[in-house]
């Protein structure tokens, strides 16, 4: 008797407890990802302009299972320690009262031109526009350094060897000998007020603009000064 007694309150707890899950449960307000992505573009927008080409971002959307609230409005900046180019990260604070801050993985593409050896470059060769050949491309899928001017490699000089048809970087170019090893060279000697010819002497190395070289004088003195142009070595006092 008591078993029958309690059967059917069973079969109304197990009753409501089925209806209170067939309930539907309120969504939870979270981040939509569409705000968020427009607001790093328009970021990279402006902190792009000067790259050299067109660039354009490809933004991490954000998983619409975030549990971040709602925001109204961003600032966005970019991640200490990265960069604006290839693959790189951006932090978007949310202004709201107690927001949220979170990193954004972006990918920042560039499109322009970069600089080729139309032929091979020998070490120490001056570069001169001959030497040169402009291609397009994806730059930032080429190395590191890659040059896009023409006037960032003329008048320098190749610090290695360099076969026809390789991107040119800045760490393959030098600036140009303005004193080359066993040249004649002119001494001056300038200070507070004057500025004399001390003398003819011969390079005892190649040299820069600014550099110190040696020179071997013709009395067979050895003296030390910097390179200029004009096949001129400047000694000061």
Not at 189 to 212: K, Y
Request: hydrophobic share 40%.
């Amino acid at each position: 008797m008591v078993q029958s007694r309690i059967c059917p309150l069973r079969l109304i707890l197990l009753a409501m407890l089925a209806l209170f899950c067939l309930r539907p449960v309120a969504a939870r307000a979270h981040q939509e990802s569409p705000p968020v992505s427009k607001a790093v573009e328009e970021f990279l927008k402006i902190q792009t302009q000067g790259l050299p080409g067109q660039a354009r971002f490809k933004v991490t959307p954000l998983d619409p299972r975030n549990n971040l609230a709602p925001c109204p409005a961003f600032t966005v900046e970019l991640t200490p320690g990265a960069r604006l180019w290839g693959r790189s990260s951006v932090r978007v604070r949310c202004q709201a009262e107690g927001g949220w801050t979170i990193h954004v993985p972006v990918q920042i593409l560039v499109t322009g031109h970069y600089l080729v050896t139309a032929r091979a470059l020998t070490r120490g060769q001056a570069v001169t526009e001959a030497d040169l050949s402009q291609l397009s491309g994806e730059l930032t899928m080429l190395p590191d350094g890659i040059l896009t001017e023409p006037d960032q490699a003329i008048g320098r000089s190749a610090s290695l060897s360099i076969p026809a048809g390789r991107p040119l970087r800045g760490d393959m170019l030098q600036q140009a000998w303005v004193i080359q090893q066993g040249q004649t060279v002119q001494v001056v000697s300038s200070g507070a007020g004057f500025h004399v010819t001390a003398g003819d002497g011969r390079a005892l190395g190649n040299a820069t603009e600014g550099q110190i070289v040696q020179v071997r004088m013709a009395n067979g003195r050895l003296i030390s000064g910097l390179a200029r142009g004009g096949a001129t070595v400047e000694v000061g006092y």
